[in-house]
């Protein structure tokens, strides 16, 4: 219980004083303190080695739940968002901006919470798209324009390979929700994420999706 307490202020203080913070910490089971959040069935994730790493692996059988980390931090200090994963197979014949459609083997949500100024609230998804190219950004069939989906990785991209990802997230931000005019602005707007999630789902395509997902590190640099 006492190591559980430590390892929970680590993952706090890091974000804190803005040094690489590694927010799953597969290793010493730190996946244990993300709460699973249930939209249509349960997604199940569970710890293990695959194809040589430590992985969190992810399975939907027609379903869509993910685990999510309410924590402040701080796009100031540690911008970068690093983190590896692997689909073992991929969602065929989905138009990924429909709603019927609306299903990823792989996903990161990046929140900023408005709080009571739900319109503030937005949300940047990093995704594994099936049937689109990487580096392609459009609305969430669901939510709008207030959810950004950005296929990281697309069509080109193989099934069963490991593929490690490093993105700018504060200037990610920037470029899909729209530069404010100035570094004050754009940091009153940006600075702060307040929650991550991870989420393999296919509900809406009622198909079966694999996947893993390796450390996720903030970082400065």
């Known amino acids: 219980m006492l190591r559980d307490f430590f390892l929970l202020l680590s993952l706090v203080v890091a974000s804190q004083v803005g040094a690489s913070n590694n927010i799953t910490q597969l ?44 924590q402040k931090v701080d796009l100031n200090k540690t911008p970068y968002l690093s983190w590896s994963w692997l689909v073992e197979n991929k969602l ?11 299903d990823f083997a792989a ?43 950005m296929s990281v990785r697309g069509t080109e991209s193989k099934i069963g390979q490991w593929y490690q990802e490093k993105r700018n997230l504060y200037q990610d931000l920037i470029d899909v929700f729209g530069d404010k005019g100035s570094e004050r602005a754009n940091l009153k707007a940006y600075q702060y994420i307040d929650v991550i999630a991870i989420m393999t789902d296919t509900d809406n395509s009622k198909k079966l999706a694999e996947s893993y997902y390796g450390d996720i590190v903030f970082s400065g640099t």
Not at 93 to 99: G, I, Q, V
Not at 118 to 146: E, I, R
Request: proline share 1%.
């Open 27 to 70: 290793q010493d089971n730190g996946i244990q303190f993300w709460a699973p959040k249930v939209f249509s069935g349960e997604s199940t994730y569970t710890i293990g080695h695959h194809k040589g790493r430590l992985a969190l692996q992810a399975l939907s059988d027609q379903s869509a739940s993910g685990l999510v980390l309410k």
């Open 92 to 102: 065929l014949e989905l138009d990924e901006r429909s709603k019927n459609g609306d």
């Open 107 to 149: 996903r990161i949500y990046l929140v900023i919470d408005g709080g009571l100024l739900v319109w503030k609230t937005k949300s940047l998804n990093y995704v594994w798209s099936s049937n689109q190219s990487a580096g392609m950004v459009w609305n969430n069939a669901f939510a709008g324009s207030s959810v950004k989906m």
